[in-house]
């Protein structure tokens, strides 16, 4: 499911009922690519090269395992040396996406995924039903 350019999502598991969900993200541009704050934890499985966050010193590598603790604040960035990462990330909750000032400018939670993967389904003729798959 396309993102933004270059930027896409698989859905994995999408659970209205827990309010968590599980895919697997691939980017193929180097760039920072949003600010955001999780209002529950986040854990990520770094499959293909890796990333960092600016707020922090340490960097997601591939084959690693990343943890975003609820409530913090930041920023992702691809290095201009990688062409490509993908990274399983299980999403408890919602996020924020914030501007540098710490003001929600968007939202993203397990019911917006749905919505956006029915429309890409719909749009390349599998139809908005096919994204029930993935609901349990």
Do not use: C
């Not at 993200?25 to 960092?52: D, E, M, N, Y």
């Not at 710490?102 to 908005?128: R, W």
């Amino acid at each position: 499911v396309p993102r933004s350019n270059q930027v896409w999502f698989r859905p994995l598991l999408l659970s209205v009922s827990q309010g968590h969900f599980i895919n697997i993200l691939r980017v193929r541009k180097s760039s920072i690519l949003s600010r955001h704050r999780h209002a529950g934890p986040v854990h990520a499985t770094v499959l293909k090269r890796g990333w960092h966050y600016l707020e922090h010193p340490w960097w997601a590598e591939q084959n690693s395992y990343a943890f975003e603790p609820p409530g913090d604040v930041h920023t992702l960035e691809v290095p201009d040396d990688v062409e490509e990462i993908v990274a399983m990330f299980h999403v408890t909750g919602a996020y924020s996406y914030v501007d540098v000032d710490g003001n929600t400018v968007g939202v993203e939670d397990v019911f917006s995924k749905i919505q956006k993967a029915m429309e890409h389904y719909e749009k390349v003729g599998l139809g908005a039903d096919f994204v029930i798959q993935f609901i349990p």
